[in-house]
């Protein structure tokens, strides 16, 4: 069997190898690629993607895969982790031939592009055929895949392994039903005539902004000899083999707009970065679940990044940075960075009420994909659930349908999975502390090493040993539940309620 | 036979896709690539190396090639270009097999960042057993191609098809010749004491310099729709399908060194853009041969880029740039580009003795290949050579041996190619003022798309449907010769002896 795990592995590190390519050439076309090379590149990442997939569904390669998973009892536990989980992703992949899968690639890259037409002006129209397509398509996908189940749960399984659409509703309804409450008690509070503090604006030049994100991510523990930052319209981070790149976007007279996104886009790299480079391209060596590693970005973002103690160890060095920074004081800049009102674009929202524009767009998914919403329907849609949840409706489709890339990618049951990040790292952060004991001085003198070394050794470098679920029960010892991340968000509304 | 023609095709623009991917995975080597990456690159560049090899000698597609090419009568001409040019380069790749390409693009990525490590260090120690392996495995590849033919003959067509070492002894013999006595005089000139003048050296801030150089590329024709302008430590440039990329490097202190390097690269990518799109990876669609490509970047770096009406027409802008320059001529600042001396570096000599750094190269890569000699003994021959040809010796191996990558890229019988484009380029210019009438009065006033539109409809659009004496010989009506250039040269030695 040995020999044959080899060959295994043969076969899996070029499929590895070609991933990274596809990856660099996404990269490249949000970063720097220019404008008029866009439908060359989608017909490079589309005959990429092919081949990949050809490799993948090779049938020396499938019928060693199947030969093997029939033997896990002959492999070490290392060596049936990697067989298990390759022949899980196998099974989704084979349904799908070639051409389907090189017309849905070559689909996602012209719909990214026609995306940013659309939002730059404001035009739903622009895209609508274009995800009325994608939804067509992942439809037939789901069916492919597996006829007998709702199609809904076959996609939501792409990004969350053993995720249900029955288990997600519950954490999710927990989530929905902790949140009400707490957004009706910020509303209250809005009501009361709770201003925006301006502390932290003002005129921060870009050029500065850049050397500072750069050695904030660095100073988490970022490691620049294997990534890089740049710049991209949509931040994202991406692994290209053993080299992570994140991006980030500037605003000059906002300081925190690339800051979040940076910290974010770092948790992802950390992750990334603290794989097991020996298994490389094998799923020992790669990241568990879409959940998890939106727990990684989001315990940075978040709970790190939100941190009392986190802004008595950044504001100095902001101020070094920035010398208009000079009078603001860590309360001022936390009540910048915690404050908490509904608004209408998700990745600008707060940590409490982010979680409902999940919950809209978990929603709204769910009813295109079941055919219960038009695709036309969508802008009215969005407005109605916005009002519902939030209490505020978009002025336009830039600040409602249009503002994700997501859908035009077609990644559909996605989105989820970050409210998933922010119920599992809530419940890790508890872990931690409670392992490495209280993190706020650590935090305040710029120590972030005991944090990462628990997340390295607890759920980094576990890779795919285990599923989501099991990954989070072995970290912190108790199933999943919203609760650390109610108290928590409950925490913030007395905060600002004080 | 158009059936098989269309799926001819349709195999040969997946094979391009691949080929792009491979350039995008290089540009970013050189460009952003983070340094830890390098072995993780290296196998990437391996693994779709390997692949568009496997795709290249395709059983399926080899037999069509070889089908269509008994039938080149039944194709219109356009298709037999196309099936001629595909056979030609096949017949070379399938005498390769897939795990020999893969270990040469291995070895070469690796080479290249040895290299960067050995000219920093100017150990050219840490590159030999790199450049051992290049030169045996080169040797060995030959063999497979063609084992009755001398290994550098066969290499050497891999950069320009049909040409010979013979043909090429005579051109650069001739050369040669006429070159030692301009050599001669401006060695005397020296000796009388010329002095380098410092008209253009000063202090140009880099960012300054961005924009001087992209305005540069941009007005000679550049369409940055399709393209980029960079930074790399080795200026190059490369097409990503129809999205060409050029790079330079900048010195605060000197405006030309970017400069030559930016128009030359210039030259390269408006060829790339001048080709025919609907062609697009097809042989009418791609490049004749490298000394084709270099006759362009040679043509606008030296012909254009260091004539009287080219700086009559920059300077002004310049000025604006770095009003530093105010008080500059445009005959000073020509007798700085113009300047002609014996001197260490290629890439920084000038139009004359360039040609005498290619000679040297071209005689020690074949004596390397033809085993006469060994790579431990190539800084000795170097220099020596260096005293003979040019009177100068390098004081070190990073201003010998080590300056160039090209070897370390394993690209051996490529150097003879950037004399022929000199050659060539001269030839050009002559037919194209015969054509367009005089260019200096609309270089003068920066209309530049005369000469571009001849270099089009005579050049570019001709893509590989004549091999490179035909192309010269259709575009210029006679075969090539140095004559041409070594009067041009002499004209230059007149106006510094003046």
């Known amino acids: 069997m040995s020999d044959k795990y080899a060959r295994f592995v043969d076969c899996l590190r070029p499929q590895a190898d070609l991933a990274a390519a596809l990856s660099l050439l996404e990269w490249d076309q949000e970063t720097y690629m220019p404008e008029g ?71 996602h890259a012209q719909a990214r592009s026609v995306w940013i037409a659309a939002r730059e002006s404001g035009d739903f129209g622009l895209l609508a055929p274009y995800l009325q397509h994608i939804v067509d398509l992942e439809r037939e ?162 709970l790190i990044g939100r941190s009392e103690a986190f802004w008595h160890y950044l ?27 509904p608004s209408l674009i998700r990745t600008e929202s707060d940590e409490i009420t982010y979680n409902m524009h999940i919950i809209l767009r978990f929603e709204l998914e769910q009813a295109m994909i079941d055919g219960r919403l038009a695709v036309s329907d969508l802008p009215q849609a969005w407005a109605e659930k916005m009002q519902e949840y939030l209490g505020i409706r978009p002025h336009d489709d830039r600040a409602g349908v249009l503002q994700d890339v997501h859908w035009a990618s077609g990644a559909i049951g996605y989105f989820p999975t970050y409210s998933l990040g922010n119920v599992y790292a809530a419940q890790m952060l508890e872990a931690a502390e409670a392992a490495v004991g209280p993190l706020g001085p650590q935090i305040e003198r710029g120590d972030f090493h005991p944090l990462l070394d628990w997340l390295r050794r607890n759920v980094h470098r576990r890779g795919q040993a285990l599923r989501p679920e099991e990954l989070v029960a072995a970290a912190t ?22």
């Open 37 to 107: 090379a866009i439908d060359g590149r989608a017909r490079q990442i589309g005959t990429l993607a092919s081949l990949l997939h050809e490799r993948q569904t090779d049938p020396r390669f499938v019928e060693l895969v199947d030969e093997l998973a029939t033997r896990l009892d002959s492999l070490s536990p290392e060596q049936a982790v990697d067989v298990r989980e390759t022949k899980w992703r196998l099974d989704r992949r084979r349904a799908l031939d070639p051409e389907l899968v090189r017309k849905r690639s070559e689909l």
């Open 141 to 302: 996908v789901a069916g492919r895949i597996d006829p007998s189940r709702p199609p809904y749960d076959v996609l939501l399984e792409e990004f969350e392994p053993g995720a249900t659409t029955d288990g997600l509703e519950q954490v999710l309804g927990q989530l929905r039903q902790g949140l009400k409450p707490l957004i009706d008690r910020l509303r209250a509070r809005l009501e009361r005539g709770a201003a925006l503090s301006r502390a932290l604006h003002g005129h921060f030049p870009i050029e500065a902004q850049k050397r500072f994100n750069l050695m904030v991510a660095v100073s988490l523990g970022f490691d620049l000899r294997k990534g890089r930052l740049d710049e991209a319209a949509h931040p994202f981070s991406t692994s290209l083999g053993d080299d992570h790149r994140i991006t980030t976007r500037y605003d000059v007279s906002n300081l925190t707009y690339a800051l979040y996104s940076t910290i974010h886009e770092t948790g992802h790299a950390l992750y990334e970065q603290g794989l097991d480079p020996t298994a490389f391209g094998l799923p020992r060596g790669q990241s568990c679940s879409l959940g998890i590693h939106e727990s990684q970005s989001r315990l940075w973002e978040n």
């Open 315 to 341: 504001l100095p060095l902001a101020q070094e940075h920035f010398p208009s920074l000079q009078s603001v004081t860590a309360q001022e800049a936390l009540q910048v960075v915690t404050d908490a009102r």
């Open 477 to 498: 010892g108790r199933t999943s539940s919203p609760k650390a991340l109610l108290e928590h968000l409950g925490r913030r509304v007395e905060f600002l309620e004080s």
